[in-house]
DNA sequence: TTAATGACTGTAAGCGCTTACATACTGCAC
DNA sequence: GTGCAGTATGTAAGCGCTTACAGTCATTAA
């Protein structure tokens, strides 16, 4: 079953099936038909690898993010899924995991599979760390527009778009401060620009007030609930001072939470405590907890918006920010 | 740059590049080395538009969820991604929503797609109620293997990988109800067979306790913290007694958590709670929740290994079981 | 020596589509 | 009637790959 069947069915040529399934305009009103018609007799689906073959495009986007069942990535890749979907096109998903390896070798994958554009969602690919060589995804921009959601990284055919996040960080703490805290103990939980971003906030904002954090209150770890209590709890046996916590993550948030629960702190008079990305989880404590919205949904459709414009070969700017929003709940005084 | 290229800079026919390149057994050392450094030298990538006409497979699988944000959801794509990946497989990832006609929709979008095979993600694709007609899964299965998480139809090509809801909402109803409990009240979220099994499972334990449940234990709600909430607070204002809570989903028995807590009801002195799917919500309430695991991650990689299965034209059951496990936490008495 | 075998390599015919180009036809101004 | 523009359609050349089939060559058995 192939156009040459439907163009025999039809009693035209292959051409002018092509134009009608392509929807070129020179085509008399009465052939369409006769073609339309014979390709529902036939029920007659185009072989896209075909079809592919000529146009070298296959209307599919690569979605890489380090692991979709994460909360927060798992709905930015929704969000990018649907707004691509909307557009035509369709969504190639590769969970890379944090190992370099892999992350380069699945990025040289995608791009073999010809996707037409690759969606880079979470802040782990790019590495602030010198250390850590980010020339694989600029060597992949040459092939295809890369879009990289919530990190940055200056390079031909590279866009971002990015939450704001050193300054939602900075505004947050300094209404901690301002309520009064004197200790927030701040969570990291990457060494990504992002991360970075929002650890120069908290910096920035105790500066501006005039502390001095001490090592203990910058506390890189992994998203777990069970590492934040942890820790946490370290530092109170230690006797170590603190009044307030913030989290990159709501998860470390959440522990927090645990913490205070299990020692009795009260929450919010005795121990702030804010999140960040307002997953389900914020919803979940008691009480619940302040969580800074980085807007996942508006950065994903975002992100997609750009790809097409640039595909469409529109330009676009290279760098795109949307706002966070502290989304006050019950776990801070104000 | 193309095969042809490859075949004039290393001396040979592109049939002998192309047998290097699909791994033929019939090219000798040299001339396969001859051939492979002319593939690095030229940085070649053959083309998978051209490869998949001649070949008719794109290697990839289509998976399709109604929401890939909701956690449960988010971790059995994860999981099938990966193992599909480990396969050598790409997946297409398709968010459907709930609406029926939008289901019926992108199935057949993705059998245009020529993907080499689809596993459906969650209950909700398939509905046990008479109304709803699910004979588009069993045609779209005539053009390729179709594999259903957590869901059951029987059909030609159609394989289901599903949790023994059904015995595990009933042991633990018998436990809670062993432990005491008079009026369990039981949140179901969907209509789906894995969902009817489930609701059948605490009905034969109320049963099987000589207890006939109320209509007001029994309710269908949408996965939803406070919906639940506001549910068993209604409840408890019209003064019906419930002594346990079993929902089908975490976000409900969280939900259970927080009405509990408003009312200064003691869990699980009071109340008991158990919710369904082991999720990161389990861990984050105060007391933590008791919960039944469905093996999000088996269930996956089953479906994967399965369809690959069926793909190598292995015969396979078409019914296979994973068995749930009540984790147990402090919002059980036992 | 000859023929048969087996290992290796090349030739060329597709796969189903898009599209540049060629052709046919129509209507209209002159 | 002639010429021309414009519209509608057909022809055929790819796109880059796989693979059946046809060699070629060296080795071994008869």
Redesign the interface.
């Known amino acids: 079953m192939n156009i040459y069947d439907v163009s025999k069915k039809a009693g035209v040529s292959i051409a002018t099936v092509s134009r009608v399934l392509n929807g070129n305009s020179n085509v008399s009103d009465k052939t369409r038909s006769k073609v339309l018609s014979a390709i529902k007799e036939l029920d007659y689906?185009?072989?896209?690898?075909?079809r592919?073959?000529g146009l070298?495009t296959?209307k599919?986007i690569g979605?890489m993010c380090t692991?979709?069942?994460d909360?927060y990535l798992?709905?930015a890749?929704?969000?990018a899924?649907?707004t691509l979907?909307s557009f035509g096109y369709?969504?190639?998903?590769?969970?890379t995991g944090n190992d370099y390896d892999n992350k380069r070798k699945y990025l040289s994958l995608l791009?073999?599979?010809?996707v037409d554009g690759i969606i880079l969602v979470g802040s782990q690919f790019v590495s602030s760390d010198p250390a850590i060589d980010n020339t694989y995804i600029i060597e992949a921009a040459s092939e295809m527009p890369i879009i990289l959601v919530n990190g940055y990284l200056d390079g031909e055919n590279i866009y971002c778009v990015m939450c704001d996040d050193r300054s939602a960080v900075y505004s947050s703490t300094a209404k901690l401060i301002e309520s009064g805290v004197k200790k927030p103990v701040y969570f990291y939980t990457s060494t990504s620009t992002s991360g970075m971003n929002k650890l120069q906030g908290f910096r920035d904002a105790l500066s501006d007030a005039g502390m001095t954090p001490d090592k203990k209150q910058l506390h890189l770890c992994t998203k777990n609930?069970s590492k934040a209590k942890d820790y946490l709890t370290a530092l109170y046996n230690e006797a170590f001072y603190f009044d307030a916590v913030l989290a990159s993550d709501d998860?470390l948030a959440?522990g927090a939470?645990?913490f205070a629960?299990e020692h009795s702190v009260k929450v919010p008079d005795e121990l702030q405590i804010i999140g960040y990305n307002n997953s389900?989880?914020a919803?979940?404590?008691?009480p619940e907890l302040s969580s800074i919205d980085s807007k996942v949904e508006q950065l994903s459709t975002t992100a997609v918006s750009l790809l097409m414009q640039v595909l469409s070969g529109n330009s676009v700017p290279k760098l795109n920010t949307v706002t966070a929003d502290l989304i006050k709940r019950k776990t801070t005084k104000f």
């Open positions: 689906t185009p072989n896209i690898f075909a592919g073959l070298n296959m599919t979605i692991d979709s069942s909360t798992a709905n890749v929704y969000y899924e649907q979907r369709d969504a190639l998903l590769c969970c791009l073999s599979k010809r609930i998860s959440v939470v645990k629960y389900v989880l919803n979940c404590t008691e």
